[in-house]
Every structure is written in structure tokens, then in C-alpha cells.
């Protein structure tokens, strides 16, 4: 890992003088947080996460455990997107509303504490990506993103996060629930809540059969759904004959309806480099 990369985002963070940091307990946020822990006083620093049914339980357990291991200070506010009716619509710009309402609470807290600044942890590759509208909502409301501005994408991201020995250093990507639900298919408490009852399913299910993916998700479709796993994952169901069809059942007895499949999990695009 250069110096020069650590370098630049300590003293990125040190200018901003506080910040709250939004928090997911992912290896970006975390990364970010990791550094105004670093670079700034004790009290100028605040995660916060937003918690809402498209958080996952597990992913709010893990986010606490992350912030108390750095020893930060964590806020929990309530995520008051499925109040917006552009969220709930899921027309294909959900994130906007989703990042401006997040945002906008976060940095309300922010400013009844008397920090300077609101940091994301979105890193320069996002910026790549194909369709990232949560980063317009951003824009719009002035957050930070000390990641990108230090010029770090994915790799160095990880690279820094594992040469600070920050545990969630190689953990996956983890996306709100909502983001299994596809376009067009309007999002709800229940049917967020069904995503993560099905994903629990099926990990505990593959995990019975001595598979345990490193990236899982259970998309709800228009029609049907669709089981995605890790290629790994998905070549080792695919070998143990009736599996794929065990975990197909086994959703639709939970509520999903019509028809359903594993496939292989394929990562978001990225804009090919400029």
C-alpha cells in the first residue's frame, strides 16, 4: 500500500475538521471512518447508520461491532425512505430517494452536533459505475466522499483497509435488501422483509450442504425469482444433484411466488475507463 494514498486521505479527512460519517459497516464507510478516527480530535467524529426494514439485521449487528472495534462513536437514526413515494415506486431512480433521505438525516444529526460535514464512503470506481443516482442526491446535499477524493478506488480500498487490520477488510459488498427487488416492482416492508427471511434460508440451507457463498442474493422479478450465487458457489449446487431445485422449493413455501432459479451472481458494471 503507498504511503502517498494513505497519506492524502488522512490529511482529505483532517481538513474537513469533523465529520459524521454515514456508516454501513462495509469495508468503504468503514475505511472512512477508520480515518477520522485517525485524523481528527476525539468528539469530532460520529458514525451514523440508518436503520430501516431494507437493512438487514445482520448487517446492523455487524455495523455496531465495526464502529465499537474502531472505537467511534455511533448514532443510529431511522431511515424514513419508504415514506418517499419515489422509493416506493422503484422506477429505476430508488437510490436517489433512498441517498436523499438518508443523507438528509444524517445530516441533520450532523448539524445538531455541531459537525462541519456529512463523508459517504463512495470511492472513485463508483463514479465509473453505469448507474449510480445515489450519487446525485449527494451532489445535491454536499456530502463528502474522502475516498474518491483521495483518488482510491475498490482495490486500494481493501488494500488500506487490510494494512490498518480493519476486520471487514475483504468482507463482500453488501446492498440494501431493496436493491434484490426489481425495477418496477414496487418496494414494501414485505417484501423487504421476504428478501432477507429467503436469504437466511438459503444460506442455512447451503450451508447444510457444505457451501457457503461468499456473495448471495435473492431477487424478486416481475415475474418469479432468482436465486444468485458466487460462480464457485453456484458450481458446487450445481454438482449436488436436486439442490438447486431444494432451495427453489423451500422459497416458494416462504411466500415467493412464480417461477425460480440459481444462477451465478454477477457484480454491478462499471463504465468502461475514460
Known amino acids: 500500500m503507498s504511503t502517498g494514498i494513505e497519506e492524502r486521505l488522512l490529511a482529505g479527512v483532517r481538513a474537513l475538521g469533523s465529520v459524521a460519517v454515514a456508516f454501513s459497516g462495509g469495508v468503504d464507510s468503514a475505511l472512512v471512518l477508520a480515518a477520522a478516527v485517525r485524523a ?26 465495526v464502529a465499537a472495534g474502531l ?18 415506486a422503484n422506477a429505476g431512480d430508488r437510490c436517489y430517494f433512498c441517498k436523499q433521505a438518508v443523507l438528509t438525516a444524517v445530516g441533520g444529526l450532523a448539524h445538531r452536533r455541531g459537525l462541519a460535514h456529512v463523508a459517504t464512503g463512495t470511492h472513485a470506481d463508483d463514479h465509473r459505475a453505469l448507474h449510480r443516482p445515489g450519487l446525485r442526491a449527494a451532489l445535491e446535499l454536499r456530502v463528502v466522499e474522502p475516498l474518491a477524493a483521495a483518488g482510491l478506488g475498490k482495490r486500494e480500498v481493501r488494500a488500506l483497509a487490510a494494512a490498518w487490520s480493519l476486520p471487514v477488510a475483504d468482507k463482500p459488498s453488501a446492498p440494501c435488501l431493496a436493491s434484490r427487488i426489481a425495477v418496477g416492482v414496487p418496494v414494501s416492508v414485505g417484501r423487504l422483509d421476504l428478501v432477507e427471511r429467503a436469504e437466511i ?8 450442504a457444505g457451501i457457503r457463498p461468499r456473495d448471495l442474493r435473492v431477487r424478486l422479478l416481475g415475474r418469479g425469482f432468482r436465486v444468485e450465487v458466487d460462480a ?12 438447486a431445485a431444494a432451495v427453489v422449493a423451500e422459497l416458494g413455501g416462504l411466500g415467493l411466488a412464480g417461477p425460480g432459479a440459481v444462477s451465478a451472481y454477477r457484480a454491478p458494471a462499471l463504465a468502461p475507463p475514460s
Open 40 to 65: 481528527l480530535p476525539a468528539g469530532r467524529v460520529l458514525a451514523v447508520v440508518a436503520d430501516s426494514p431494507s437493512l438487514p439485521r445482520a448487517e446492523l449487528a455487524a455495523a455496531r461491532a
Open 71 to 88: 472505537g467511534a462513536e455511533l448514532a443510529e437514526v431511522t431511515g424514513t425512505e419508504l415514506a418517499v413515494p419515489g422509493y416506493r
Open 201 to 208: 434460508a438459503v444460506g442455512a440451507r447451503l450451508a447444510g
Open 232 to 243: 464457485p458457489a453456484c458450481a458446487a449446487v450445481e454438482a449436488r444433484p436436486g439442490l
